[in-house]
C-alpha cells in the first residue's frame, strides 16, 4: 500500500508542477482529480448566475493517504485575462474571505486510500457580490502562502443576450479543415454602452482556457445589437471527436479497455490502442467534449466509492520518431507538461503514457507541445463545444464584468 501511494505520489508531482499561473493546477503532489463544474450538470461550463441561490459551483478533489487535512480556502476576482482585478475582498466578497473546507470523507472499499474534499459556492461562509471571473485557491490553515491547488469559475449578470452560430463555410474555404462563429450580443443600449470600448469577447473551443480568442471590438453595431464576424478570432481549427474510455468497474472491461488485471497491489487498465485518424473519414461520436466523470458502477457514492487505477494509453503507427506528444482533455486540465507527455517506444514506433486515474468515463486526444497536431486531422463535421462570455468594463470601472454568455455545440 506505502509503494504505492509513493508511485501515485510521484507521478502526480511531476503532472502538475510548474510555475504559479492563474489557471486550474494541482501544486502539492498530495491530490489528485480536481473537478469543477456546475451542480446539477457536469457538461455545463462552471458558470453560476449571480445571486441566483439555487445555482452553485461544485469543487472536489481527492487527497491521497489516511489522513485529512485542515484545508481553507479563498476568492481572487479577476479580469476577463484572469490578472487580478483591482476590488478589494469586500467589494465581491459577502463574508470573511477565507472558508473552511468542512466537507470530506473517507474512501470506503478501495485499495487506494484517500480523503474526497468537496466546495459549494455560494454558502454560507461566502457569497459572490459582483459578477466576473474567480479563482478559488486551497491552501493548509498553517501555512495560507502555500497554495496547494487552484480552479477557476465564473459568475454572470446576464445582462446580454448572446447567440452563436456556428458554420463550415468559413472565410477559408467550405466543408474543409475549419469551423467559424458569429456571435451577436443583443441588449438595450445603456446595457451594451459602447462596444468599441466597454465590451470584451473572449471564445473558447472545448473548454480548452489556455487556447481563448478574444475580440476586442464587433464588426458592426446597431445600437442595440453587436456583431463579431468574419475575424481570424472566430476561426477554429476542426478537430476531431475524442477518444474516449470507461472503467468503471475492476471486474470487467469497459468501453475501448483491451484487458484490466491485477498487478502487484492496484488494478492496471490496458486501453485498445489508438491510430492516426488524420487520414481517415470522419466517425461521428458522442463525446463528453474533453471531460471527465468519476463512477463506479456499483458505488452509491462514487466521489468516494471509485478507486485508483493505472491506466495504460498507446498510440500506434504514427511514424514519428521525434518531437513530442501529449495526453490531452480535462484529465490533464489541457496542460502540455510533466507525465502528460508521452515515450516514444521503438519497438513498434509508437507512443506510451501510464497515468493513475480514478475509475469513471474519460475523454482525451493526442496533442503537440503547441497544444495542436495532425495526428488525428481536422474534420468539419466535427462536433465541438463553444463557449462565449461577454466582459464589460464602462470608463471609470476596476475591473471586468461578466455580462453576457452562451454554451452551444
Known amino acids: 500500500m506505502v509503494r504505492l501511494l509513493f508511485i501515485l505520489t510521484m507521478v502526480v508531482s511531476a503532472l502538475y508542477s510548474g510555475a504559479e499561473l492563474n489557471d486550474t493546477r494541482i ?7 480536481l473537478k469543477t463544474s456546475a451542480a446539477g450538470n457536469f457538461m455545463q461550463p462552471a458558470v453560476i448566475r449571480l445571486g441566483v441561490p439555487d445555482d452553485r459551483i461544485i469543487i472536489s478533489f481527492d ?36 472558508g473552511e473546507i468542512d466537507d470530506y470523507a473517507w474512501s470506503s472499499n478501495t485499495f487506494v486510500h484517500y480523503v474526497n474534499y468537496r466546495i459549494e459556492i455560494p454558502n454560507d461562509q461566502m457569497q459572490p457580490l459582483t459578477s466576473g471571473n474567480y479563482l478559488l485557491q486551497v491552501y493548509d490553515q498553517s501555512r495560507p502562502d502555500d497554495i496547494l491547488l487552484q480552479t477557476r469559475f465564473r459568475v ?73 464576424a468574419h475575424s481570424p478570432e472566430l ?22 479497455v483491451d484487458s484490466v488485471r491485477w498487478v502487484e497491489n492496484c488494478y492496471h ?23 471527465f466523470l468519476v463512477k463506479e458502477y456499483n458505488a452509491t457514492d462514487s466521489s468516494i466509492g471509485a478507486d485508483y487505477i493505472m491506466v495504460h494509453f498507446s498510440l500506434e503507427n ?57 495526428i488525428d486531422g481536422n474534420k468539419y463535421e466535427t462536433e465541438n463545444e463553444y463557449t462565449v462570455y461577454v466582459y464589460q468594463r464602462k470608463p471609470g470601472d476596476r475591473a471586468d464584468r461578466l455580462i453576457g454568455y452562451s454554451n452551444a455545440w
Not at 27 to 33: A, E, I, K, L, V
Not at 269 to 291: F, I, K, S
Request: with cysteine.
Open 27 to 33: 501544486f502539492d503532489y498530495r491530490f489528485r482529480t
Open 63 to 98: 487527497e491521497l493517504g489516511e489522513d485529512y487535512s485542515e484545508l481553507r480556502y479563498r476568492l481572487i476576482h479577476c479580469n476577463a485575462d484572469w490578472e487580478r482585478s483591482q476590488l478589494v475582498e469586500n467589494e465581491y466578497i459577502k463574508g470573511f474571505n477565507e
Open 156 to 228: 454572470v449578470e446576464p445582462v446580454l443576450t448572446t447567440h452563436i452560430d456556428i458554420s463550415t463555410r468559413t472565410d477559408r474555404g467550405v466543408n474543409d479543415r475549419y469551423q467559424q462563429l458569429e456571435v451577436a450580443v443583443e441588449g438595450d443600449n445603456a446595457d451594451i454602452g459602447n462596444p468599441f470600448q466597454d465590451l470584451t469577447v473572449v471564445v473558447i473551443q472545448n473548454q480548452r482556457e489556455s487556447e481563448s480568442h478574444i475580440l476586442k471590438a464587433p464588426l458592426r453595431f446597431d445600437g442595440h445589437r453587436a456583431i463579431y
Open 235 to 256: 476561426l477554429f481549427d476542426a478537430g476531431n471527436e475524442f477518444h474516449r474510455f470507461e472503467s468503471v468497474s475492476n471486474q470487467f472491461a469497459g468501453m475501448n
Open 269 to 291: 487498465v490496458w486501453l485498445r490502442p489508438d491510430e492516426p485518424r488524420a487520414d481517415r473519414n470522419y466517425e461521428y461520436d458522442r463525446t463528453q467534449h474533453g471531460r
Open 318 to 374: 504514427i511514424g514519428l520518431a521525434h518531437g513530442q506528444i501529449y495526453l490531452s482533455g480535462e484529465l490533464t486540465r489541457y496542460l502540455p507538461e510533466g507525465k502528460a507527455k508521452m515515450d516514444y517506444n521503438p519497438e513498434n514506433g509508437g507512443w506510451k503514457l501510464v497515468l493513475p486515474l480514478k475509475q469513471g468515463a474519460y475523454n482525451y486526444e493526442y496533442t503537440s507541445a503547441d497544444g495542436r497536431s495532425a
